[in-house]
C-alpha cells in the first residue's frame, strides 16, 4: 500500500510527465534510426514474389504467375521422400555433410560428367556443392568471388535477385538486353537477340563475371551454339568468370539443344554451373540445388555456404539423390523424366499460345523452360487501368488482372534494370506448367473477358 508521502511525490511528478513522454518518443526514434535497414541492403527492399503472392492471397486469383507446378510431379520422387522419412535409420534425421549429402553429391558428379560428356569423372567431394535452392548457390557463386568495384554483366531479361546480390557483393551490374527482332507472324523466344556490338562493349577490365541464364527466365530463349561460343570467346579473352543458371536444362522443346558452356573449349576452369531439384523434378518446396565447377571456384562458394546456411535437409537430398540415381538407369530413353518433361510440357505450351493468339495477345512462343511471355498492347486502348497507380504499365496491367479478371500473370518488367524496364511493358509472364484444368479454366477467363472487350 503506497504511503501518503509517496503519492504526494507521484502527483508533483505529473507536470514533468509530458515532457518525459516527448523524450521518450526522441529515445524511440532514435534507436530505431539506430536500428535501421543496414545499408547495403537499402534499395533492395522492393521484391516482385513478396508483392505478388500477397496480391494471390488477398484476391485468390488463378495463379499462372508464378512457378508453381501443380502438374507433373514424378511419383516416384515424392515416394522417396516419403521413404526416407519412414527409414529406421535415425541418421536420416541429424545433419549430414555441410557441403553435401555424400548420396547426393556422387549422384550429381555422375550425372553431370555423363550429360557433358567428360572424360575426367566428376569429383563428387571437391568440384560439387549441395545448396538451398538455386538461389543460394547463385549467392554463393556472386559474394564468393565478387569484390567491390567489380562489374558483372546481367543479360535482360533476368532473374530479379541476380541485380541485388551483385550490389550486396559491392559490384556493379552491367546490363545488356536481348531485344525482339521481329513483330509479325509467329515470334518464337529465339526471335529475341543480344547485339554484337553491345555485347562487346559489356567487356571490359573491370570484369569480373558474367550471369548467364539458359534457358532463359522469363523469356525462354534457349541460346545456340554460336551465340553462346560468342559469349565464351569474349569471357576467356577477358578473363571473365562464367556463372551459369542451368536450372531449365531438361525443358527444352523444338528439337533445340540445351549447350551447357562448361563443355565449350576452356569454360570448365572459368565456370560455375546451378541446378535445382526444385525445377528439375517439379518440387519448388524443397528447397534444394547444387553448384559444380571446378575445385578451385567451388571451394570459393563453399566458404560463403559455411558461413551461412551450412548444411541443408538430410532427408530432402537423400530423396533427390534417389531420384537420380533412377534418372541414370534411363538417362535418354524414352521413360526418362528428363524427356517426357518437354513432350509434356509442349502440349501445355502450344495449348496456351493459342489461347492468348485468341484473344488477342501475341504470345512469344518459348523454346524452354516453363513461362511465357505475351504482348497484350493491342487490348491496352480498351482497358481502364486508372485504379492502379504503379510507374509501369505491365504491373497495372497485372494487377488488373488479378484483381477484375482474377487470373494473375506476373510484370515482365521486374526482370529488366530500371533504363530498360520499357522493354518488358507490353508483355506479361504466364506459367504453363500447370495441371490441364488450370489452363482450361485460363482459357475460360480470358475468352470471357475477350467477349466483353468486344472484337
Given amino acids: 500500500m503506497l504511503s501518503m508521502t509517496s503519492l504526494r511525490s507521484i502527483c508533483r511528478s505529473w507536470p514533468n510527465l509530458p515532457r518525459l513522454g516527448v523524450a521518450a518518443l526522441h529515445q524511440d526514434q532514435g534507436q530505431v534510426d539506430r536500428f535501421a535497414l543496414a545499408d547495403k541492403y537499402k534499395g533492395l527492399e522492393k521484391n516482385v514474389w513478396v508483392e505478388f503472392i500477397q496480391l494471390a492471397l488477398e484476391h485468390q486469383p488463378l495463379n499462372l504467375g508464378q512457378g508453381l507446378p501443380d502438374d507433373l ?23 549430414t555433410r555441410g557441403f553435401g549429402h555424400p548420396r547426393l553429391v556422387s549422384a550429381i558428379a555422375s550425372l553431370y560428367t555423363k550429360l557433358l ?42 532473374f530479379d535477385c541476380y541485380e541485388p546480390m551483385v550490389r550486396l557483393a559491392g559490384g556493379t551490374p552491367v546490363f545488356i538486353s536481348l531485344k525482339p527482332t521481329k513483330e509479325e507472324g509467329v515470334i518464337s523466344s529465339g526471335d529475341w537477340k543480344l547485339d554484337s556490338e553491345e555485347l562487346n562493349n559489356a567487356f571490359t577490365s573491370k570484369t569480373k563475371a558474367i550471369i548467364f541464364n539458359n534457358p532463359n527466365n522469363p523469356l525462354g530463349k534457349v541460346f545456340n551454339a554460336e551465340e553462346i561460343s560468342s559469349i565464351c570467346q569474349l569471357c576467356c579473352q577477358h578473363d571473365v568468370l562464367m556463372i551459369s543458371d542451368d536450372v531449365y536444362e531438361h525443358m ?101 499460345a493459342e489461347v492468348l493468339t485468341d484473344v488477342g495477345m501475341k504470345p512469344v512462343i518459348p523454346e524452354g523452360g516453363y513461362f511465357m511471355m ?82
Wanted: charged residues 25%; proline residues 5%.
Fill in 73 to 95: 510431379v514424378p511419383t516416384y520422387v515424392v515416394d522417396s521422400l516419403r521413404d526416407v522419412v519412414n527409414d529406421p535409420s535415425v541418421f536420416m534425421h541429424q545433419y
Fill in 117 to 158: 560428356g567428360r572424360e575426367k569423372p566428376i569429383d563428387p567431394v571437391k568440384e560439387v556443392l549441395v545448396t538451398d535452392g538455386a538461389y543460394e548457390a547463385l549467392f554463393t557463386a556472386v559474394m564468393g568471388h565478387v569484390n567491390p568495384g567489380d562489374e558483372v554483366i546481367i543479360i535482360e531479361p533476368y
Fill in 252 to 352: 527444352v522443346y523444338d528439337n533445340h539443344e540445351m549447350v551447357r558452356v562448361a563443355t565449350l573449349p576452356g569454360m570448365w576452369d572459368r565456370t560455375i554451373s546451378i541446378g535445382s531439384a526444385g525445377k528439375t523434378f517439379s518440387v519448388t518446396g524443397w528447397k534444394l540445388g547444387w553448384a559444380y565447377g571446378p575445385d578451385h571456384l567451388i571451394r570459393n562458394c563453399g566458404v560463403v555456404h559455411q558461413n551461412c546456411v551450412y548444411a541443408c535437409p538430410t532427408p530432402i537430398q537423400e530423396a533427390v539423390a534417389r531420384g537420380f540415381e533412377k534418372e541414370l538407369g534411363r538417362l535418354g530413353e524414352k521413360e526418362s523424366y528428363f524427356r517426357s518433361i518437354s513432350v509434356d510440357l509442349k502440349e501445355k505450351r502450344d495449348f496456351l
Fill in 374 to 455: 505475351a504482348d497484350w498492347s493491342s487490348l491496352a486502348d480498351r482497358i481502364d487501368l486508372s485504379s492502379e497507380d504503379d510507374q509501369q504499365r505491365d504491373y497495372r496491367f497485372v494487377k488488373w488482372l488479378s484483381k477484375n479478371r482474377k487470373l494473375q500473370g506476373i510484370p515482365p518488367s521486374a526482370f529488366f534494370s530500371q533504363p530498360h524496364k520499357h522493354i518488358g511493358e507490353d508483355y506479361i509472364r504466364f506459367c504453363f506448367i500447370k495441371h490441364d484444368d488450370s489452363l482450361k479454366k485460363a482459357k475460360e477467363i480470358l475468352t470471357n473477358w475477350r467477349k466483353e472487350l468486344g472484337n
